[in-house]
């Protein structure tokens, strides 16, 4: 691999932001998971899909962040995780600043029915974005089930 690139492979970077993901992505799930009811109604407030889709959004996309945000927090499936987290967060951005534009005032159903949508809230994303962008790119971490899994591998 090229050795600019290689300089850019920190272990330590990939293990922070998996954590910090992780918690993130697992708490901003539990309060969707517990009030399936409040979440499609943020999520229809964005006046970006079909009525018939907000409950199967509300109840499926909760559940793929917590997943996804455990096997970062744990290692496992790193670069998939981090790619899948990458997507949504894409998405998230995209419809905050399609809300934003067209000056909707609206809960953001980020971590809970009290978070309005605002330029911070992309800002944040933003920052979020980078890291699970990273992981994609240096899912390498010794502290993970994948590194374990693929030690066990080279071995046998």
């Known amino acids: 691999m090229n050795s600019k690139i290689d300089s850019l492979r ?3 970077l990939t293990l922070t932001f998996r954590v910090v993901l992780g918690i993130v992505f697992i708490y901003a799930s539990l309060d969707k998971i517990q009030y399936p009811a409040d979440f499609a109604i943020a999520v ?3 006046r970006l899909i079909p009525d018939v889709l907000t409950n199967l ?3 499926i996309l ?3 962040e917590l997943v ?3 096997c970062l927090f744990v290692g496992f499936f790193l670069r998939e995780s981090a790619s899948i987290i990458s997507s949504l967060i894409i998405v998230f951005i995209i419809v905050l600043v399609s809300a934003l534009i067209r000056g909707l005032d609206i809960n953001c159903g980020c971590y809970g029915m009290e978070t309005q949508i605002s330029w911070g809230r992309i800002l944040e994303d933003i920052g979020l974005l980078f890291m699970a962008a990273y992981i994609t790119f240096f899912p390498g971490s010794q502290l993970s089930i994948d590194h374990i899994i ?3 591998r080279c071995a046998a």
């Open 68 to 70: 996804c945000g455990i």
């Open 57 to 59: 959004v509300a109840i």
């Open 10 to 12: 920190l272990p330590i």
């Open 62 to 64: 909760p559940w793929v």
């Open 44 to 46: 229809q407030n964005y």
């Open 150 to 152: 693929n030690k066990n």
